[in-house]
């Protein structure tokens, strides 16, 4: 064996680690973190320790696994294996704040947040607690004199000018003039003082505060990144420390902060409005990196850093928003897209940012992939210009906003000199992901791998020839093929999906007990912190609910608009091009279904604009079976209604529509609407003048968020015990078989 702190060349590393010197070079020269040598005697050596403790943060993919590997093994655990190292010494560093002390700040900052929530909005009442945390990490000596200040009055004149960096952007932007009891203010900053800020660490928090706006607000209190997609982002592209990187959207600076801590030191960002440069500039900053900001659009001319390119763009733009009215005027390399659709501006926008040799990775919804009209046209000329590089198609829930699935559009901009590529890879990573305790699918360390190490081979060894994919999740598909499919860019629609049922076969009953098992356990945990969610929410909602209620109509706060009576449409098959129809079956408890869903051909469907769908909206049935109301979400925006549905819109910004759609599916609206409904040929069905009748209580806008918020943890937790029950089934299933075939 190795002893620790023996010195290994980088040949005796791939021998240890079994893989080919040629990935262990690659190793070296994509990651900055790698360990750095020793030249002895004109040769580079590394401390076997050292990289044995980097290898345990790298998963081996499933399909480079060895038959006494399981999934999750690392390559450190291969190279301790093999003698590279022994084993205590490798133990990787703790990334994670105790758990004594995170549960102590935790509760502290929640603490904080409640007392400012009486009176401000939880967006607000997170900036103010950003602010402090900003304020606290980088001018000490002025955070020490505001909290000697008893009075608000005081506080609020010291920081007033305190600016973020060198941008003209205000530190605590308009929470004064939210609050009617200013003494909390002076509260929530003596309690943040309390806070073992050493022990912490600046970005933990910020990044724990950052989590609560996505969980709870999801795309009204920001544009989120799931840190998987980043994670995955970043290693398929892998952009190297001396490459400089590009958001044109960023957002919080998600990606930005992803690609500082992979080693970029040059990093430019355009935020759409102020609030994203204020989030960008403070999420940099909690992290210790720095990145160019400015302000602008998904223009080519009129964007930020319009005279500049980059060698990688990374973005997730916002969906679907509305262009100007002259964007025709602007130098879009292929085609101007259309102005109720951003999507294509994006993606020229990313490849016109590009140097030569450049890439990029955006993030698009998936109806770029096969959308009709303009948008075809623009993507077929980006096939043929040989711009594309892949696709990767990720499952649907990623996002905490939107149940949408996405795909990652890989885009290159060629050198002059560079040959015409032949192909384009497809990868369809539709079924990767698992559940987390919120109800969100987050795709597992060594799907990433998988991802990753498929995207690299291909990469390294496609052109010639020497490429073996995965036949059930990836393929480099011919342009000429694509041609054939009239440039449909969709995996699912060239990759060969199959099951591997040898492994499921090859497992024992009791290696699936164990499993199951281990599954439970994580579960039980998860299900406790979700109860514990549950609970707190529900305390600070007793006393908050009955103030400021009132009692309104329904059809004084919604628009209620009864669907057509018949519709010509292709059932229950999804054409590609055409429209979504949302009928009865598709709309479920919350949500509208994506299965079986109808579609309308264009030329009917731009006969039914009054009937056209935006998120925000909520649908129910008007006959069959009624009393179930389904919320209209970010990627379902133009869908149409269908016959036998009604479609309720809110209106101006008293109702929040995750409230609105939770009370109405709650038992008492049902038994009303059961009341109130009427019998034709056995049918029960309900007009739209009754249903604008349905009296809904109204509390402040802030407390409807935390109850749709704590309906949410309510479900997550429900979900979590159903699978719970489905384990111990399986469980009893297995208890025979164990004790014959163990």
Not at 11 to 35: E, Y
Not at 279 to 297: F, P, Q, V, Y
Not at 543 to 562: F, K, P, Q
Not at 698 to 708: F, H, N
Request: proline fraction near 6%; charged fraction near 25%; include cysteine.
């Amino acid at each position: 064996m190795t002893e620790r702190g023996q010195r290994l060349t980088l040949t005796d590393i791939a021998k240890l680690a079994q893989v080919g010197v040629s990935a262990a070079s690659n190793w070296r020269k994509r990651h900055t973190g790698f360990p750095r040598p020793t030249v002895v005697s004109g040769q580079e050596l590394f401390a076997s320790d050292e990289v044995a403790r980097w290898l345990t943060q790298r998963k081996i993919a499933r399909n480079g696994l060895q038959s006494d590997e399981v999934p999750g093994t690392t390559y450190g655990d291969r190279f301790i294996r093999n003698g590279g190292a022994p084993a205590p010494s490798v133990q990787a560093e703790p990334s994670h704040v105790p758990a004594e002390v995170r549960s102590d700040w935790t509760n502290k900052l929640w603490r904080i947040m409640d007392l400012l929530r009486s009176d401000l909005e939880l967006v607000s009442a997170v900036d103010f607690i950003m602010a402090m945390l900003y304020l606290r990490t980088t001018d000490p000596e002025l955070w020490r004199v505001v909290t000697e200040q008893r009075s608000w009055g005081a506080v609020n004149w010291m920081l007033r000018d305190v600016p973020l960096w060198e941008h003209d952007v205000a530190l605590f932007p308009t929470v004064a003039s939210d609050l009617s009891g200013e003494q909390q203010l002076v509260e929530a900053i003596r309690l943040f003082e309390e806070i073992d800020l050493d022990s912490v660490g600046s970005a933990p928090m910020f990044d724990a505060l950052l989590e609560k706006v996505n969980r709870d607000l999801g795309r009204h209190g920001g544009h989120f990144t799931p840190s998987s997609v980043v994670r995955c982002m970043l290693e398929v592209l892998d952009p190297g420390s001396t490459h400089t990187v590009y958001d044109p959207s960023c957002g919080s600076g998600e990606l930005l902060v992803a690609a500082a801590q992979h080693g970029v030191e040059s990093l430019f960002g355009q935020a759409m409005n102020v609030r994203s440069l204020r989030m960008t500039l403070l999420n940099l900053s909690m992290h210790d990196s720095e990145a160019k900001l400015r302000i602008g659009g998904p223009e080519i001319m009129r964007g930020a850093f319009a005279a500049e390119q980059f060698d990688v763009v990374l973005s997730n733009p916002p969906f679907n928003v509305t262009l100007p009215d002259d964007i025709e005027q602007d130098a879009w390399p292929f085609e101007a897209p259309t102005k109720r659709a951003a999507n294509f501006a994006w993606l020229q926008l990313a490849l016109h940012k590009l140097k030569p040799g450049g890439r990029a990775g955006v993030l698009m919804p998936n109806g770029t992939l096969f959308i009709r009209g303009v948008n075809a046209e623009i993507r077929r000329k980006m096939i043929e210009a040989g711009v594309v590089e892949g696709i990767i198609a990720f499952p649907a829930g990623l996002f905490a906003a939107t149940g949408i699935p996405v795909s990652l559009w890989l885009i290159r901009r060629p050198k002059p000199d560079a040959p015409a590529p032949s192909e384009i890879l497809l990868v369809d990573a539709t079924s990767m992901g698992v559940t987390n305790e919120r109800a969100q699918r987050v795709l597992r360390d060594d799907e990433v791998a998988k991802i990753v190490q498929e995207y690299r081979h291909w990469h390294d060894f496609g052109r010639s020839g020497n490429f073996d994919h995965s036949a059930a999740f990836a393929r480099p598909v011919s342009i000429e093929e694509i041609r054939r499919n009239d440039y449909d860019l969709q995996p699912r629609r060239y990759v060969r999906e199959e099951i591997d049922s040898r492994s499921l076969l090859a497992e024992t009953p009791s290696a699936r007990i164990e499993s199951l098992q281990r599954e439970m356990d994580g579960l039980d945990e998860r299900a406790k912190r979700t109860r514990r969610d549950v609970d707190t929410r529900l305390a600070a909602l007793h006393d908050s609910t009955a103030r400021n209620r009132r009692e309104v109509s329904l059809g004084d706060i919604c628009d209620v608009h009864s669907g057509p009576g018949t519709v010509d449409r292709e059932r229950g098959l999804a054409v590609q091009g055409w429209t979504p129809l949302v009928l009865p079956r598709n709309i479920k408890r919350g949500h509208l279904s994506h299965d079986e869903l109808d579609t309308v051909k264009p030329e009917i469907s731009a006969k039914l604009v009054n009937y056209m769908l935006r998120p925000g909206d909520i649908v129910c049935a008007r006959s069959g079976t009624l009393g179930r109301h389904g919320l209209v979400r970010e990627g379902e925006g133009g869908w149409l209604l269908g016959p036998s549905c009604m479609r309720l819109r809110p209106g101006g910004d008293e109702v929040v529509p995750e409230y609105l759609v939770h009370y109405l599916n709650s038992p008492d609206v049902h038994r009303w609407i059961t009341s109130k409904s009427r019998y034709s040929t056995a049918i029960p069905h309900i007009s739209a003048a009754t249903l604008r009748e349905l009296v809904i209580p109204l509390p402040s806008v802030v407390v409807q968020r935390e109850i749709a918020a704590t309906m949410d943890s309510i479900d997550v937790h429900i979900e979590q015990r159903e699978r719970s029950a489905s384990i111990m089934q399986s469980l009893r299933d297995l208890v025979f078989p164990s004790l014959m075939h163990p």
